[in-house]
Every structure is written in C-alpha cells, then in structure tokens.
C-alpha cells in the first residue's frame, strides 16, 4: 500500500498567517518560494512590527520540513493546521495560512520512527544536490538522517537529499527519543539566545515572541509544550512560587496577576526572569524585584526534569 503524501514546510522558515490577506506591502521579503527574512526584518519599522501583533497579522511560524495538514486551498494559499504546534484553537495543531509556494508535498517523510538530525546551531548551511544551492537553516530544524560521515550528516530534504556539518546538528534515534534536558538546560539553552530582537510569532532564531521563546528552549531540551502562553501555564507540572527551581517557565497576567495571562519567561534563578519581552525589545535577563513582572508574576509551570529530588 502506498504512503499518503504529507505537506511538509519547503522554506527554512514560513510564517503562519491570520488569513491569507494579511500580508501588507512591506512583508513581500518574507513571502514566495525563495524568502529572505533578514530583508524582511532590516525592512520593518517599530509601528509595523508592532503592527503584526496588534492588527492579529501573524500566528506563529514553522520551520523547515516539518509537517502541515492542508484543510483549504484558497488562490496561491493553503489553510493549514501545525500539529507540532498544540493549541486550544484545533486539537489537530495550530492554525494558520501559508503560501503554497512555501509547502510540497512529499509521498516519504519520516521524522517519528527513524534518525533525525537536529540543528542546534543558531543557523546551520544546508547544502542541496541537484544544483539547488545553499538554504541557511533555523535552529530546531529536524530532517531525516540517510547517512553519518565524519564531518557531514546527508539528511532527507523536502526535494531531495543534503548535508549539514556534523558541528551543527545533533543526531538522536527518532524525534521522540531525543534527548530530555533538566530545568538549568532550558534555562541555558535560552541563554544563548540573548540580544535577540523579538517577533510577534516568531518561533526561529529570527525571532522568537514571548512564548515561542519558551516553546522552543522546551523542544530543544526534548519536551513539546502548547504554542500559547496560556495554555503552556495549564500544562506540564505545577511549580510552587515560593519554591522555585532554574528552568521553571513563570506566568505573567493583568490586573496584578489575576487577569488573562499575557507573558511567559524562564525562570533563570537568583530571583531573576529570562524571557523575550516585547517588540523593540531583545531576549534578556532581569530581577523580578521591583518591576511590574514581579506584580504580575501568577504562576508557574515545571517541563524538564525537576534539577532537585
């Protein structure tokens, strides 16, 4: 019996769109089958980014090879649901819009059942035969592995084979069996990413928004939690406030923490937060005391394996 064809992301980062007229003018870069985000980027102002989030512009993002499910197919865009992505919104996957141009569809795709490289570089070079050329990966980019050579990882691609360095990826069995980090490896890994501008949706090392940040240092540690903020405070382990350990991720709401929760960070011990803020803003690391996060602070949720016994 022959293998259903899935939909898989064909460009190393594509954005999940509200709807497939929310793209503005100034946002063409990030768009087509060949994208360049550090244009887009360079390219929008404070007010239009701002403008992603408060116009309800974008819904997240999804990264190179991982899998959609088309629902709709509308002009040169399809409706898709992210099932690596839990959410409230489909208990199928996050929901969103994505042009065509940047999906494929692939009759032979398996990242669950056999070895799969991991891009724990924040950027990795993927080199492609058949004279595609060179793709510049995201972090948490997962491709099959074919082969492990010395130097280089020849992995699957959504159109055909490649390699990475071996410097820049980790290979593990299967997707599901990677590794499990701690709660002081969540915390470390979003370390790395400190100076790095915020993007609502961002869920790459572009940009990562608020709870995209703590989504992606969880994946990275071997944990998939819910894409949004207020669902990551209703899952995993509760964590006591008064009791907190590095890796807790701490949840932030209005009305002095009993309103809708807004924010998410990492807890990075010493009573500080890291966490991803706003747009203008970069992944940083501050004392809670004192400022309005300490005021909000309303819960905390354990992911990776407890640091104490």
């Not at 089958?33 to 980014?49: G, I, M, N, V």
């Not at 994505?98 to 990242?111: A, C, F, T």
Request: contains cysteine; charged residues 25%.
């Amino acid at each position: 019996m022959a293998a259903q064809s899935k939909w898989v992301v064909s460009v190393p980062v594509a954005t999940l769109w509200t709807s497939y007229d929310s793209p503005r003018e100034i946002d063409s870069a990030a768009l087509g089958s060949k994208p360049d985000y550090e244009a887009w980027l360079e390219k929008l102002t404070y007010e239009t980014r701002l403008e992603l989030c408060n116009s309800n512009l974008v819904q997240s993002q999804v990264l190179y090879g991982q899998e959609v499910i088309v629902i709709e197919q509308r002009d040169s865009w399809a409706h898709v649901l992210v099932p690596e992505q839990p959410s409230g919104k489909d208990e199928r996957g996050y929901p969103g819009w994505i042009p065509l141009e940047q999906l494929i569809s692939v009759s032979e795709w398996e990242i669950e059942n056999g070895p799969v490289a991991e891009v724990r570089s924040k950027k990795a070079k993927l080199s492609r035969e058949n004279g595609l050329g060179e793709l510049e990966l995201s972090y948490q980019t997962f491709l099959p592995v074919l082969e492990e050579q010395e130097e280089v990882i020849i992995v699957q691609t959504p159109d055909g084979t490649g390699s990475l360095s071996a410097q820049d990826v980790r290979v593990s069995a299967s997707y599901s069996s990677r590794r499990k980090g701690s709660g002081s490896d969540i915390a470390d890994e979003g370390e790395r990413f400190l100076g790095l501008p915020y993007l609502w949706g961002g869920m790459s090392s572009y940009g990562l928004d608020c709870s995209g940040f703590s989504y992606t240092m969880c994946k990275a540690n071997g944990y998939t939690i819910p894409r949004d903020a207020h669902e990551q405070a209703s899952d995993g382990k509760e964590a006591d406030l008064n009791d907190l350990q590095k890796g807790d991720l701490l949840f932030f709401a209005y009305e002095e923490g009993k309103g809708f929760i807004h924010h998410v960070g990492i807890y990075y011990g010493d009573g500080q937060l890291l966490h991803s803020p706003k747009t203008g803003k970069t992944v940083e690391i501050i004392p809670l005391a004192g400022t309005i996060y300490e005021k909000e602070l309303c819960a905390a949720r354990r992911y990776g394996q407890d640091t104490e016994e």
